[in-house]
């Protein structure tokens, strides 16, 4: 059965008696859509706020703080994207943006294979300009990443897999580096398109293992991609994240788990800006993605045709090698950093 709207599962069952209802619920979002709402979640409500409140001070930054941080200066594309700096399929996407990750040193030297240099530091905006916000950052990356990880038990547990089966595709808690994004869809009178210019938001496209998306106003834009090639609305709803499976997880699952295609839409003429933030919880560069053993009886319960418009090149540089993949996908993705950064690709 297709579906025409993604389910909400309440994450006060985790924490009560009733796990085996949640679980129950997360594997048929996982064999169907995987996509689903998750409300009821453990980060406090308050620190959202705070993030929300960040994310527009952001954006209102003066230019030439923004340009003091842009992505290009950083060998690990951390920082400031300005409008359309980034693609999908070699289409610019009409969106502004941040990038930052949890604080990772930078330890690349000579001889190391070239993904490694992804790891580093964040860009940070001067504290007067924005105070407080690297704190709070910093600890919103922290408890996401600490639900994330927690999340990933419960994806094992609901197909019937010891709860760490995913651990060894990440990097140990205290070293792995998650990213994120802040951003900023500007509506369609803002653009000043010219007649040839893309007006995608974000184009169709699969992430590589497990985002949270947090939805920071009421502006549509989000949409999947259901089974036979229908866009669906993914409306925000306040107090909750979306949780996307990627194609990490398809793979290591058999396909029972499913990566669903999804895009952003820009907001139309009149709107206010849509504001959001997706966090990536990042497989470790050097894993290998090897299918897990999948018990028969789950395996039986999820046959499906798929109808995708998301590139399946990076797919499959992907399930060879993560890290190479990721830098790819980067370069592809932000060609004037990896030309500066990464001239031997070129």
């Known amino acids: 059965m297709d579906f025409t709207s993604l389910p909400i599962l309440d994450y006060s069952l985790v924490q009560s008696f009733k796990v085996d ?24 409500e308050e620190l959202i706020t705070k993030i929300k409140s ?25 920082g400031y994207n300005k409008l359309a700096a980034e693609k999908t399929k070699d289409i610019d996407d009409q969106r502004e943006q941040f990038d930052f990750s949890t604080e990772t040193p930078y330890t690349w030297k000579e001889g190391d294979p070239l993904y490694k240099r992804l790891r580093g530091p964040n860009q940070w905006p001067d504290e007067r300009y924005i105070p407080g916000f690297k704190e709070i950052l910093l600890e919103y990356i922290k408890r996401m990443s600490d639900f994330s990880l927690e999340f990933m038990q419960l994806i094992a547990s609901s197909l019937g897999l010891p709860s760490d089966s995913f651990d060894k595709f990440l990097d140990p808690p205290d070293k792995q580096m998650n990213r994120l994004k802040i951003v900023k869809y500007p509506p369609l009178n803002a653009l000043a398109l010219g007649p040839d ?3 995608q938001g974000v184009g169709p496209h699969k992430d590589p293992w497990l985002t949270f998306l947090l939805q920071c106003n009421d ?14 609305d993914v409306p925000p709803i306040e107090g909750t994240f979306v949780v996307n499976i990627g194609v990490g997880i398809e793979a290591v699952t058999k396909g029972v788990a499913v990566a669903t295609t999804h895009r952003v839409l820009t907001p139309p003429t009149g709107s206010i800006p849509r504001i959001s933030i997706p966090f990536f919880q990042m497989l470790s560069y050097d894993a290998m993605l090897e299918p897990l053993d999948v018990p028969e009886d789950i395996l039986r319960q999820a046959p499906r045709s798929i109808v995708s418009d998301a590139d399946k090149i990076y797919e499959e540089r992907f399930y060879k090698n993560i890290g190479n993949a990721q830098i790819l996908n ?17």
């Not at 502006?219 to 669906?232: R, S, T």
């Not at 980067?330 to 500066?340: F, G, I, L, Y």
Request: aromatic letters at 14%; one cysteine or more.
């Open 197 to 199: 210019d893309s007006a």
């Open 21 to 44: 209802e949640f679980l129950s619920q997360l594997r048929n979002a996982l064999f169907r859509i995987g996509f689903l709402y998750v409300k009821n979640h453990p980060i406090p």
């Open 219 to 232: 502006v549509m834009g989000l949409q999947v991609q259901n089974h036979k090639g229908d866009w669906i």
């Open 54 to 78: 960040y994310s527009n001070q952001l954006f209102n930054l003066p230019t030439f703080e923004k340009l003091r941080i842009e992505m290009c200066n950083s060998p690990h594309f951390l």
């Open 330 to 346: 980067r370069v592809s993705s932000h060609p004037d950093v990896a030309k500066r950064h990464y001239p031997e690709l070129f």
